[in-house]
């Protein structure tokens, strides 16, 4: 089973590269997409339908927006957090599907903007719901993929030049250990586990003169698996050539190979 996280950074923008993506080799069994930025009445479910794709959403006007398309129609699908403070960004960065014993998270953790920013508190906060819904819902010993944007780089090997973004929302210390936290609940890197090497990165910034071709890049799209789905994995990959196409999105999709 493959399984592929991707913030496409707009659905309808994206489509062309989707197709690509669904259409090839290789195509993910499940797929999570972020920064759809499409309410849901406008959620081209028709277009996954043609692929052989089942897909649950929440979005909204313009910004965030999270999604999981399947070739199975999951069993059971929540949205936000259901600790009676979600808000409707809540609901849109958020959304989990059951198939069977195994269950897929997909998230949109929030940017935080600067460190002195209200949103970088809300992106802290975000983690720690999430620890507390995990907590709530799961446990280490079942088997949970939790993945999207996540929008932290944990180590100095996730970026290019780390000395030069200790302070970013991205890459602080304090960011790193609020997902730390989230991943000491029982999680395991299955990207890294397969991927140790530098230069392996999943965001390159349009704001970085030529940064895909120069490999200026980001690892903070990851595949966080529990233990038992951990042990069941047998690659993981970001797929590079995505974000070679004509008007490709910012990140490119990360893959992980299930046994399952």
């Given at each position: 089973?493959?399984?592929?996280?991707?913030n496409v950074n707009s659905l309808k923008a994206r489509l062309p590269i989707v197709e690509r993506f669904l259409s090839g080799a290789g195509a993910p069994d499940i797929l999570c997409l972020q920064e759809t930025k499409c309410q849901d009445a406008y959620f081209p479910v028709d277009f996954f339908e043609g692929l052989g794709y089942r897909c649950v959403y929440s979005g909204m006007k313009s910004y965030n927006g999270v999604a999981v398309v399947s070739r199975a129609t999951p069993d059971r699908v929540s949205r936000g957090f259901g600790d009676g403070m979600d808000t409707e960004s809540d609901r849109a960065r958020l959304i989990i599907a059951d198939f069977g014993d195994l269950s897929v998270a997909c998230s949109y953790v929030p940017q935080g903007k600067s460190m002195d920013s209200p949103d970088f508190q809300y992106k802290l906060r975000f983690f720690d719901?999430?620890?507390?819904l995990f907590e709530a819902r799961f446990k280490p010993s079942g088997k949970l993929l939790w993945t999207g944007d996540i929008n932290v780089a944990r180590e100095d090997i996730d970026v290019t030049h780390p000395n030069n973004k200790r302070d970013h929302v991205c890459f602080c210390q304090e960011a790193k250990?609020?997902?730390e936290r989230v991943i000491s609940w029982g999680f395991v890197d299955v990207f890294r586990h397969h991927r140790p090497n530098p230069g392996e990165f999943s965001f390159w910034d349009y704001r970085v003169k030529d940064a895909f071709e120069r490999n200026i890049g980001w690892r903070i799209d990851h595949l966080l698996a529990t233990r038992p789905l951990s042990d069941a994995s047998e690659d993981a990959y970001a797929v590079r050539d995505l974000r070679a196409l004509e008007r490709p999105s910012d990140h490119t999709a990360v893959v992980g190979v299930f046994g399952l």
């Open positions: 089973m493959r399984i592929a996280t991707f719901r999430l620890r507390s250990d609020a997902l």
